[in-house]
């Protein structure tokens, strides 16, 4: 009698062998917001730490000129950030109609003040001001974003300063992924003075291979393919489609869209991504948080700056 073991194989006729299908591998999610509390955590350490050793509190100022709402949204979350972290401030709300010479006499004050570590003039500012001479008058050593001549030189290796904040935490993502950078090809999409230009001049400093494109870069799809590395910071929905990404790339999505149907998004299509990348930052929740937290990490960066060299 034959046995379950010993009975023939069932018949299997062609027609029924079909591929095998393997799920894509996903990409891991870059949890930008969980990474930023860590940041805060370290940062709130270090500022008590600061406060014990000199008897006052790090203390950061903002200044705010007119009413633009996503500004004062920000803003708002920059203060709140900042009081968790146990960093003292202000945030001083201007009028639109405040005049180049009142906010550049609040600067000078600002920067004259022994107990005043950062300063931020929160950008865009209102029509008929010129925010270039302003962020220039900011003390170097008081530049949270690090938006000075003097702070943009120091990222090219000058000496030791601030960095703005979005490359700063978009490294530190980097960091997180343990990406070693040394000889990959990384590719910056955006130019930007705050965002483009530090980030890939960062991204040279960990020893990659940098592209940097922009919107006269055509065409822009073959750099994207061979990119190991990639950070878009345009702002424009869904830029870079997922089938471009190099597979087992790292992706640092920078950008901040708002879709028709009032979703944010970012400037690559995530879910075509995630099936071909190693990693790769969601938005929300990815570059975004990591701001704030590098804002804060520069603002104690500057009082302990300034506190070792008078
Ligand atoms: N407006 C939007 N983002 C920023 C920022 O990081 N710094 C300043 N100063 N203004 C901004």
């Given at each position: 009698m034959p046995t379950a073991n010993s009975a023939p194989p069932p018949a299997v006729s062609l027609s029924s062998c079909r591929a095998v299908w393997y799920p894509a591998a996903v990409a891991e999610r870059i949890d930008g917001k969980a990474i930023a509390k860590r940041v805060r955590a370290e940062v709130a350490e270090q500022a008590a730490a600061f406060e014990r050793q000199h008897g006052r509190a790090v203390s950061l100022h903002v200044v705010l000129v007119g009413d633009d709402p996503a500004s004062h949204v920000y803003v708002r979350n920059k203060e709140r950030a900042a009081a968790k972290a146990g960093i003292d401030g202000e945030v001083h709300r201007l009028d639109a109609s405040t005049s180049q010479e009142e906010v550049e006499a609040l600067v000078r004050r600002l920067n004259a003040?022994?107990?005043?570590d950062g300063i931020l003039v929160q950008l865009p500012l209102p029509e008929g001001l010129d925010a270039r001479p302003i962020v220039e008058l900011i003390d170097p050593k008081k530049d949270v974003d690090g938006l000075t001549t003097h702070n943009a030189g120091t990222v090219l290796g000058a000496g030791d300063g601030l960095y703005p904040c979005t490359p700063r935490g978009c490294m530190r993502l980097l960091r997180e992924t343990g990406v070693d950078l040394r000889g990959k090809h990384a590719l910056v999409i955006g130019r930007s003075q705050l965002v483009g230009r530090p980030m890939a001049i960062m991204l040279l400093a960990s020893h990659a291979t940098v592209t940097i494109a922009h919107r006269?870069?055509?065409?822009l799809e073959p750099l994207v393919r061979q990119a190991d590395v990639l950070v878009v910071a345009v702002?424009?929905?869904?830029?870079?489609?997922?089938?471009?990404i190099k597979p087992g790339a790292v992706v640092i999505d920078v950008g901040i869209n708002r879709t028709v149907d009032g979703k944010l998004t970012g400037d690559v299509d995530f879910e075509g991504a995630q099936s071909r990348a190693s990693a790769i930052t969601p938005v929300p929740g990815g570059v975004g948080p990591m701001t704030i937290a590098m804002l804060l990490s520069n603002a104690v960066r500057a009082a302990n700056l300034r506190a070792d060299t008078p």
């Open positions: 003040d022994a107990g005043v006269h870069t055509d065409p702002g424009r929905a869904n830029l870079i489609p997922g089938d471009w």
